[in-house]
């Protein structure tokens, strides 16, 4: 019996913010002295993001100095472009309006790409660390999208940038018990909707890096709903590293949930990420490379540290560029891009994510062609 990921489902906002402008609005903000100013421009740019998405209207209209037309979304910015202070429990109302559409949406599309009837859906695992609420999106998914009401659903929050890899796992594990399960693994993050004045470190790189989008696969074992390229889920593995609980860490404050984002995270995944994969890998070897960017020095540790050829992790830093850290969705963005790739028949793709702890999160997989 062997698991696969028959498709791959995305969707952002409509609102598409330039990395230019968004730094340029950050760096102008009342009260910013010439070193945040300095250290703003030195974190945008040096990202290697050219683009994000947000749900926020009014902050990407604000970074291009104009003003959007009255909605419900969450109110972000005054009048003169100044960030506001919105309370949790407004940016979660935001959330529990938002996030729904932007599941539905990603999860549509991979069952489209998987020619797979919503009714034949007998799973749901839903990932998120942006928000909250019960019901939850795994509740509102049936709902949205008409699933059978016999579902069965399972939701992983605040497990942060890896997550999506434990929801595959969970998948093939349902999977394994029940071979003829179909189930739906939808992630959507909606990080901008934490976004504060910049004023330190952390702040700092979470505002250069953090974008909203979703992502969504079908899996099953079924070997009737193959279609022309899948990925077979061969095995997974999670690894603590020594250090870094303080290093990468997610929670929740009075004017929203706070990220605490060390420059000591790439050099920790620098120094373990060997350690941490070379048993999980195995002497099979590897043709191709799902890493999340968690940033661009992230990708450059990884890199380094596993002595990676010149452009192994080109697709990462693809999407990196165009839609920056959509936390939980974004390694799922890699593998729908390499699902419509040009990888070979048979092609080993090593999938590694990171996440607070500081935790990597493994997945090999392999590609396949039909005949």
Known sequence: MTTRILSIGTAVPTARLRQSAVRDLFAGQPGANRLTQRLIGAAFDASAIETRHTVLDDLAAAAEHARPADDERMPTVTDTGALLSPSTGTRNDAYIRLAPPLFAEAARNALTAASVAPGDV????????TGMFAPGPDYRLVRDLGLPTTVERAHLGFMGCAAAVPGLRTAARICAAQPEAVVLVVCAELCSLHVRTPSDHDQIVAASVFADGAAAAVVSADDGRAGEA???????????????????????????????????????????????????????GVDAWAVHPGGRSVLDRVESGLELPDGSLTVSRDVLRDYGNMSSATILFILQAMLAGDLDDGARVATLAFGPGLTLEAARLTFRRAA
């Open 122 to 129: 007998t799973h749901v695992v839903t990932v998120s660390c």
């Open 230 to 284: 899948w990925f077979e889920l061969d095995r997974f593995a999670t690894a603590l590293t020594d250090e870094g609980e303080k290093d990468m860490a997610w929670t929740i404050g009075d004017e929203g949930f706070e990220m605490i984002l060390s420059a000591e995270v790439p050099r920790i995944i620098g120094r373990e990420i060997r350690g941490a994969v070379g048993a999980f890998l195995g002497e099979e």
